[in-house]
């Protein structure tokens, strides 16, 4: 029978993601920000692949960015709300972490699956800031998927895309937990 890490169980079981706009200073300093890095590069890869990297987006490149949003979204005639939105997702926030998917051209692993890693990154690091006891959120949104903002905001090449921003601080209030899915709803199980 396996022993049980209890407690990494009970964290697991009971963790809840902080909203962005809730997070503030301080945030992790740089020796921390590497342990959680650290910490979230233990994710499988792939035999070695390391299809994705890091860029820790400090407070001045979110504000550069936060401008570059309002740029990219009135040339594509975004919505002014979801641009509203995408800036206070960056010009709000004092440390976010770019998860940045790069896949590795590999016979033996299929991009998609080292694009599932990528996404597998996001959820450590996040779960690793938590674990920390600083507040942690996954994000996204349109400004994310734009060829345009990535290249020019974050100096991604051609093959990269961002798998998310992983935004990290003191959070000011804990939030209410929220309905979780229906175990017996989406799970079948199978013997035969």
């Known amino acids: 029978m396996p022993t049980p890490n209890q407690a990494a169980l009970d964290f697991l079981l009971t963790r809840r993601s902080r909203p962005a706009k809730t997070l503030t200073t301080p945030v992790p300093d740089r020796a921390t920000i590497e342990t959680l890095l ?3 590069a233990r994710t499988p890869d ?7 990297r890091f860029i820790v987006l400090e407070k001045a490149a979110l504000t550069r960015l936060a401008g570059l949003v309002e740029e990219r979204g009135a040339a594509l005639g975004i919505d002014p709300d979801k641009i509203a939105k995408s800036h206070a997702q960056f010009a709000t926030a004092d440390l976010a972490i770019a998860v940045i998917s790069s896949p590795v051209a590999s016979e033996k692993v299929p991009e998609i699956e080292q694009v599932y890693s990528a996404g597998a990154v996001c959820l450590a690091l996040v779960n690793a800031g938590l674990a920390a006891g600083w507040g942690a959120n996954w994000l996204s949104g349109w400004a994310s998927h734009d060829r345009d903002f990535i290249r020019d905001g974050l100096g991604l090449a051609d ?3 961002v798998a998310g921003f992983i935004h990290l601080g003191t ?3 804990t939030p209410p937990e ?7 709803a989406i799970t079948t199980w199978v013997n035969a």
Do not use: I, Q
């Not at 792939?46 to 994705?52: A, N, R, T």
């Open 38 to 40: 650290t910490a979230a």
């Open 46 to 52: 792939h035999g070695k692949l390391e299809p994705w």
């Open 159 to 161: 093959h990269e895309v």
């Open 171 to 173: 959070e000011t209030n």
């Open 178 to 184: 929220r309905p979780r899915p229906d175990l017996p």
